[in-house]
């Protein structure tokens, strides 16, 4: 393990980040900008890594816990950015999410902000040199930006970037991504978009309609052995985990980090490696994987689930 994975790793307690950037990415997503109010307090992080954030409530809790994947380049060093969902409630009975809604219309630059880590298991294997496949659906590509930052910059293995939204309107990082895949060769982007716009399909800014399926996959991925990394909601992930398998993909080869549970896409929960799945806030604030203090974690291998103590 490297200096800085064990720097990453270890807990460094919960501290003090001003906003120095706010940042609309789409319709619904913004980038928040934090940096440490004490220089100090800085931490070096692997891609795919996520921050714990002390969430205000006006309840005798006082706050609760919010998970954000940073999705900066771990080579951007002194800062962090997170990029958040604005999450709203399908229905009058159910909450806005708590975080994500306090972030986007409380928040403001200048303001500080309690977090916590870098933290999380799902992390880029630096020392492999088989492809990499980086499979998002929508807010879920934040921790695979980061990861692509890296293998652009630090890598020549061969990278698949696939991800897939509603449409333009809610499509965050899309220039950064692009960006990033023409700034060297084996870079490949398929960006699919579920309902695209008029403006979507007159600007060109997508690759297909529709959803990712197997046969999309088959299409843009040459037979191989690859490193797959997913995110994203659990519709997405329980469609995509099954058809990942049946294409040959071992289950140790793929790594995941979605909103909920991580043991709902094994039948048999006997996956190989021990991870945990970090929690992103789910749109009503409360659900599976978050607990009445804070978040949960799922143990992959033994299905087993345990509350997160921020202390």
Request: proline residues 8%.
């Amino acid at each position: 393990m490297s200096d800085t994975t064990q720097a990453a790793g270890a807990s460094a307690g919960f501290r003090r980040f001003r906003v120095i950037g706010k940042t609309p990415e789409s319709r619904t997503i913004t980038s928040f900008h934090l940096e440490p109010v004490d220089p100090g307090a800085w931490r070096p992080f692997e891609p795919g890594q996520f921050l714990a954030f002390k969430i205000p409530v006006s309840d005798e809790r006082g706050h609760v816990i919010r998970t954000y994947s940073v999705s900066s380049p771990p080579s951007t060093t002194g800062t962090y950015r997170i990029t958040v969902k604005r999450e709203t409630a399908p229905h009058s009975e159910v909450p806005h999410g708590l975080g994500s809604v306090h972030l986007h219309d409380t928040i403001a630059v200048g303001d500080t902000i309690i977090a916590e880590g870098p933290r999380g298991d799902f992390m880029l294997d630096s020392t492999s040199q088989r492809p990499v496949v980086l499979l998002s659906g929508g807010v879920g590509l934040t921790p695979l930006v980061s990861m692509l930052h890296t293998l652009a910059s630090e890598s020549d293995r061969k990278v698949y970037f696939i991800h897939a939204c509603d449409s333009g309107d809610v499509h965050a990082l899309g220039d950064e991504v692009r960006a990033a895949a023409v700034s060297r060769r084996g870079i490949v982007t398929q960006i699919v978009y579920r309902f695209p716009t008029t403006r979507d399909l007159a600007d060109k800014r997508h690759d297909r309609d529709g959803i990712v399926t197997r046969g999309l996959l088959q299409d843009v991925l040459p037979l191989d052995d690859y490193d797959v990394y997913m995110c994203g909601p659990p519709p997405f992930m329980k469609a995509l985990y099954p058809v990942l398998r049946s294409l040959g993909v071992p289950k140790h080869r793929i790594a995941f980090e979605f909103f909920g549970p991580a043991t709902v896409l094994e039948a048999d929960a006997e996956a190989p490696v021990e991870t945990i799945a970090a929690q992103p806030e789910p749109a009503a604030g409360s659900g599976p994987g978050v607990a009445a203090s804070g978040m949960v974690v799922t143990f992959r291998k033994s299905g087993k689930q345990a509350a997160w103590n921020e202390h």
